[in-house]
């Protein structure tokens, strides 16, 4: 029996993205009140061919994708959210603010694998002539590398403008949530469910953090320069294994055993979600329905629209 299509996204500039099967949709709020929106059929190889979908490699392939269509999508979303700063009115980015954009993004993935990579392991490095086991010097790592990773998502949220991106995630998290228990699609409809959900991005971070204590642990205890190596070699292991017992948790996610075990993952979402105000729900209701519309009718090309705000 094939799986049931399911929906997820990412929290833009005043605005929600979300992707289905074969189309995705970004709903963005501007200034002036309405709501624009962007749909835009996925087409490209890495969603159409069969090795994208096997287990283990379809981890990197999402991955991928979210930092590819993340990317485009927060560029869209400045320019109707701030157009005084990108006065041009274009439905897409120039090709110079993608390539700064991509060397903006290349840019952030260096720094993050610094700080919660490399960094951890530069700390536990000095440690290591106190403590005598191998596991106990990679799950100090681990511990260091996760409280980096909280103390990071704190101090972020601590900043209005992110703030207002956490309250726009919480608003695609309340959407999905309805959509899949049926209510209905409606401000009033979506405002009492939760703001969490088992295949949020938060709560794959927090399996990174503790999957790679068990894959380095593997390691030992080598020489500090091949332990560096392997820290950023092995990236794309850890979060292949991630993505897929994230997977596997939203997908067993009505047992109580999995509830248990995915409860510190859920709990770290109420990091990087704030409850939204009726009218961020509407623009993430107003993506979901443009990808629900068009995964049923999949013509082909792009379109650009302004909805009234009523």
Same mark, same amino acid.
């Given at each position: 029996?094939?799986?049931?299509?399911?929906?997820?996204?990412?929290?833009?500039?005043?605005? $929600?993205?979300?992707?289905?099967?074969? =189309?995705?949709?970004?709903?963005?709020?501007?200034?002036?009140?309405?709501?624009?929106?962007?749909?835009?059929?996925?087409?490209?190889?890495?969603?159409?061919?069969?090795?994208?979908?096997?287990?283990?490699?379809?981890?990197?392939?999402?991955?991928? #994708? !979210?930092?590819?269509?993340?990317?485009?999508?927060?560029?869209? %979303?400045?320019? $109707?959210?701030?157009?005084?700063?990108?006065?041009?009115?274009?439905?897409?980015?120039?090709?110079?603010?993608?390539?700064? /954009?991509?060397?903006?993004?290349?840019?952030?993935?260096?720094?993050?694998?610094?700080?919660?990579?490399?960094?951890?392991?530069?700390?536990?490095?000095?440690?290591?002539?106190?403590?005598?086991?191998?596991?106990? %010097?990679?799950?100090?790592?681990?511990?260091?590398?996760?409280?980096?990773?909280?103390?990071?998502?704190?101090?972020?949220?601590?900043?209005? #403008?992110?703030?207002?991106?956490?309250?726009?995630?919480?608003?695609? =998290?309340?959407?999905?949530?309805?959509?899949?228990?049926?209510?209905?699609?409606?401000?009033?409809?979506?405002?009492?469910?939760?703001?969490?959900?088992?295949?949020?991005?938060?709560?794959?971070?927090? $399996?990174? /953090?503790?999957?790679?204590?068990?894959?380095?642990?593997?390691?030992?205890?080598?020489?500090?320069?091949?332990?560096?190596?392997?820290?950023?070699?092995?990236?794309?292991?850890?979060? %292949?294994?991630?993505?897929?017992?994230?997977?596997?948790? !939203?997908?067993?996610? =009505?047992?109580?055993?999995?509830? /248990?075990?995915?409860?510190?993952?859920?709990?770290?979402?109420?990091?990087?979600?704030?409850?939204?105000?009726? #009218?961020?729900?509407?623009?993430?209701?107003? !993506?979901?329905?443009? $990808?629900?519309?068009?995964?049923?009718?999949?013509?082909?090309?792009?379109?650009?629209?302004?909805?009234?705000?009523?």
């Amino acid at each position: 029996m094939s799986e049931q299509p399911t929906y997820g996204g990412q929290a833009v500039i005043e605005g $929600v993205m979300i992707r289905g099967s074969h =189309h995705v949709a970004v709903a963005v709020r501007a200034p002036d009140g309405t709501i624009h929106l962007h749909t835009e059929e996925l087409t490209a190889p890495i969603y159409t061919s069969r090795w994208s979908k096997l287990p283990f490699l379809r981890g990197l392939v999402m991955l991928w #994708d !979210a930092i590819g269509l993340g990317t485009r999508a927060l560029l869209w %979303s400045a320019q $109707v959210a701030m157009p005084e700063e990108t006065p041009t009115a274009r439905s897409s980015p120039s090709s110079w603010e993608q390539v700064g /954009a991509w060397g903006l993004v290349g840019f952030s993935l260096l720094m993050a694998i610094l700080l919660f990579f490399i960094v951890p392991l530069v700390i536990v490095h000095r440690l290591d002539r106190f403590i005598s086991s191998d596991v106990t %010097s990679n799950l100090i790592e681990g511990l260091i590398r996760l409280a980096i990773l909280v103390g990071y998502i704190v101090a972020i949220g601590r900043m209005e #403008d992110v703030a207002r991106v956490f309250a726009y995630h919480g608003a695609e =998290h309340k959407t999905i949530n309805a959509y899949e228990a049926g209510a209905p699609l409606t401000p009033e409809g979506v405002q009492p469910f939760g703001l969490t959900h088992p295949r949020c991005g938060t709560g794959f971070l927090l $399996v990174v /953090a503790v999957v790679s204590v068990f894959v380095f642990a593997l390691l030992g205890r080598p020489a500090f320069l091949w332990r560096v190596v392997t820290r950023i070699l092995l990236v794309p292991v850890v979060a %292949s294994i991630s993505y897929e017992l994230i997977r596997w948790g !939203a997908r067993h996610y =009505h047992r109580s055993l999995v509830q /248990a075990l995915m409860a510190p993952a859920v709990a770290l979402q109420r990091l990087t979600t704030r409850e939204p105000t009726p #009218d961020m729900l509407e623009v993430a209701i107003t !993506a979901l329905q443009a $990808v629900l519309r068009r995964e049923h009718h999949t013509e082909p090309g792009r379109e650009l629209t302004s909805v009234p705000k009523p």
